[in-house]
């Protein structure tokens, strides 16, 4: 075995739930971002498969890898920063790292629908939303005027816009912030797209309208069929809106499966590590109780560890994790990158 | 009963604006309106609360970081807000203040001993060498050693400057300590960590605590007392056992029912709250939180309805769930 971080060939996973040919084939990926002179690789080796119609979380800390991960999958890496230096992205069969500019933006808007967690990075502030979603549908669908201001209409109504035909003139500003949020909604699944990727869309927002942004993609997907990407950080939210998780780890897939087996029996002492150190509600106050605290930080990229990245905060770690862990697969239709995962029981946290 | 170290009573904070070319007060945000409630000695007391709850501003008003437009704020029997500048002085080194950005709360060109000690100097407290003895002690306390002394915060991890933060709150031994969204910020492997630092220094050193959250499992982990704040009013307060296990009021009921949790499958009978937050600048007649409310009616828009027992000390503002 070699001490270098070799990028993963691991056997193709397996498909989905909803099995038959994946809609979306990552196979891996290799991101890179140049930083001064020397350059580090923000994302390593990320493999998945994604079904039509199913629900994928990918789940991490910062640096983890999640968010340049949908960017490369977008093809919106910062210009001239980022690079996918190894890899493939295939939306049905194409693969997306050989489109050039045009043919990819043609893609985004038609066949992936994109949300972020600020409204105003896809709405432009000196046109109206009508406007705005007008112009997505006549340049993808080839819709007149008069067809697309119906359509958007439409889409306002379905995302839970009251009277969308008076909010369709508003720009932007004159809306809230919850209502910001449905508009840029609607302008991604305009042109019902069969892949909505979701960067922290619910990340910045209170709670109250957290709730009700995920239960407006939950009926949107049941209405369109859509897949989702959710990248996100926080647990609860995967175990809310997910039907399978993968989680990121300083730029590699550590674990991935259905989310109520990697919830009900982690295998990776980091998915475990991040559930246990969440408090759970419902408990009364347990001020006496410690939480279970992951030691340590994560790992700078300029400077991993040599064998597995985790080792150094992991209290199971043993001379074997000197040697990269690959990605394993295991019975369940699982991953999981751990040399240890049959030695070792780790701590979940009671549930109720 | 215990005396408290902190009584507020009918606490409000008004924000003028002002538009037109006079620039004339043209209408108030209300950011917080007529809020009272207790924090007794060694007590962790949460508050919790959405956007434009007005939480931040009470947490600064205590400290008279900003000044409130009404009410009282007593700190062991003494009324802080009658307070002169002067005289304040004293009482700003028994009560401290740590922030949610711990980006934005250390001074980018100074040095971690120079950060700590910055209070010390302050408040005149030893000489430079004591100081740097103090700062050595601060750090180990916090989980930081000597070697970071020299260093800038650039240098350092978001919970590693949080440490730095609270470092410096400690610096000149308060009793009291406002902590803003301390670990909101952080990612979740690290907030656990600065929970049960701030909890071991609660233990070791005495500390009271008013915790400004919006995560509502940390705070019921953490918080011995929970206040429950909507659009600049307290809806509900008490134990946390009893808050988080009795909700009364119909917003604490949605708050905890929407709080997204880590267990997949359970489909729980959620509330969820219609529209979105209303302007603090012209909140609703009456209860503030009765145009998303599932069980409000004519009634609740005619009075503003009072804090009631409900519980053992355990107090709700709702007339429909009483």
């Known amino acids: 075995m070699t001490m270098t971080a070799e990028p993963e060939n691991a056997a193709p996973p397996r498909a989905g739930p909803a099995a038959g040919r994946p809609l979306l084939q990552v196979r891996d990926l290799q991101t890179s971002f140049r930083v001064g002179k020397s350059s ?136 809230s912030g919850g209502m910001r949020q449905r508009a840029m909604i609607a302008m991604a699944i305009s042109c019902e797209p069969r892949l909505l990727i979701a960067d922290e869309p619910t990340t910045a927002l209170d709670v109250t309208i957290q709730a009700q942004m995920l239960e407006l993609l939950r009926d949107l997907q049941a209405r369109m069929g859509m897949a989702i990407i959710f990248i996100t950080h926080d647990l609860g939210v995967v175990a809310e809106i997910a039907d399978r998780v993968v989680v990121m780890y300083a730029g590699q897939v550590v674990e991935s499966g259905e989310v109520a087996e990697i919830f009900d029996a982690p295998r990776m002492p980091y998915t475990a590590g991040l559930m246990n150190s969440i408090p759970r509600l419902g408990r009364g106050s347990r001020r006496r109780e410690r939480l279970k605290a992951i030691p340590g930080t994560v790992p700078s990229l300029f400077s991993l560890p040599p064998g597995c ?44 | 009963m215990t005396q408290p170290l902190l009584k507020v009573e009918n606490l409000s904070k008004h924000f003028p604006i002002h538009g037109g070319v006079l620039r004339r007060v043209t209408a108030q945000v209300k950011a917080v309106n007529d809020v009272s409630f207790e924090i007794a000695p060694g007590e962790v007391v949460g508050l919790v609360g959405e956007s434009g709850s007005g939480k931040t501003t009470v947490g600064r008003t205590l400290l008279r970081l900003e000044e409130a437009t009404s009410g009282s704020v007593r700190f062991g029997g003494t009324d802080i807000m009658s307070l002169s500048t002067r005289e304040m002085r004293a009482y700003r080194k028994r009560m401290q203040i740590i922030f949610q950005d711990p980006f934005a709360s250390l001074n980018p060109r100074e040095k971690v001993r120079e950060i700590v000690s910055h209070p010390l100097r302050l408040h005149r407290i030893g000489s430079e060498s004591d100081r740097i003895d103090r700062v050595v002690a601060l750090l180990e306390k916090v989980g930081l050693g000597t070697e970071h002394l020299e260093r800038f915060p650039h240098e350092f991890s978001g919970g590693q400057r949080q440490r730095i933060g609270i470092a410096r709150a400690l610096a000149v031994e308060p009793e009291f300590i406002v902590a803003d969204e301390p670990v909101s910020a952080l990612d979740v492997s690290i907030q656990a960590q600065v929970i049960n630092l701030l909890e ?52 604490t009921r949605a708050l905890l029912s929407a709080a997204p949790q880590p267990r997949p499958g359970r489909r729980r009978d959620r509330v969820i709250l219609k529209g979105d937050i209303p302007s603090p600048i012209d909140p609703p007649s009456g209860c503030v939180f009765r145009t998303r409310c599932p069980l409000a009616d004519a009634e609740c828009a005619r009075v503003v309805p009072p804090l009631e027992a409900v519980g053992t000390g355990h107090l709700s503002a709702c007339i429909k769930t009483r």
């Open chain 2, 200 to 251: 071991d220094l609660c233990q070791d050193l005495g500390l009271t605590m008013f915790f400004i959250a919006h995560d509502l499992g940390v705070v019921e982990h953490f918080c011995d007392r929970v206040i429950v704040m909507y659009l600049g009013r307290i809806v509900e307060m008490g134990r946390s056992e009893d808050i988080y296990a009795r909700p009364n009021h119909p917003y």
């Open chain 1, 309 to 352: 990245r985790f080792a150094p905060r992991c209290a199971h770690a043993a001379p074997v994790c000197q040697t990269p862990p690959p990605l394993e697969r295991i019975p369940g239709g699982r991953e999981v990158r751990c040399a240890r995962w049959q030695d070792i029981t780790l701590d979940t946290p009671e549930t109720p």
């Open chain 1, 40 to 175: 580090v690789r923000a994302v390593d080796g990320v493999s998945f498969d994604l079904a039509p119609g199913e629900t994928l979380a990918i789940v991490g800390e910062s640096g983890s890898g999640k968010s340049v991960t949908s960017l490369s999958i977008m093809g919106l890496l910062p210009k001239g920063a980022g690079r996918v230096t190894g890899g493939s992205i295939r939306l049905d069969g194409r693969d997306l790292l050989g489109l050039d500019e045009p043919q990819m933006r043609d893609i985004r808007g038609r066949e992936i629908g994109m949300i972020f967690q600020e409204p105003m990075t896809s709405l432009n502030p000196v046109h109206t939303i009508g406007r705005q979603i007008s112009e997505v549908v006549m340049r993808h669908q080839g819709l007149n005027r008069a067809a697309a201001r119906r359509r958007a209409i439409e889409m306002l109504d379905l995302v839970g816009i009251p009277e969308p035909g008076r909010r369709v003139d508003n720009y932007p500003h004159e809306m």
